[in-house]
């Protein structure tokens, strides 16, 4: 893999770049402000750029002991296959050591994935998502 530059910190991040990395990730349309706010309560963060290209992204909700939520991983197309979500979510685990669980939530039919990860499937996850209908349609939630 190429070298390419890792960054931790959110302070020189053009919020208007990472929404469009998500929309042609495809991730959806994520706004740039709503972008910064949850970026900004989430304890870790990769962002990994290309020069000056944005080419990946991840975050990790933590509370700094006993849960940390990976999310939002997203990879431009054009770098897709080469393990640079794998290395994101190996490095948002890194950060989350010592949390008493890790948890994330995959998109349908990226399960084994993150199996591959260390991931195992949980029997007793429950969800309330603000648009149920659409978590339904793709597959997110049952509609039982």
Sequence with gaps: MKNYSWIYDQS????NQLSDLYRIAPLGDKAANDLELVFS???FK???FDNATLIGVGRALADGL???YICDVAIHPEYQGFGLGRNIINQLIKLSFGHKKIILYASPGKEGFYKKLGFKQMNTAMAIFSNEQRAIEVGLLSST
């Excluded at 020189?12 to 919020?15: A, M, P, R, T, Y």
């Design 66 to 68: 006993d849960c940390s």
């Design 46 to 48: 990769c962002f990994v």
């Design 12 to 15: 020189d991040i053009n919020w």
């Design 41 to 43: 309560n989430s304890k």
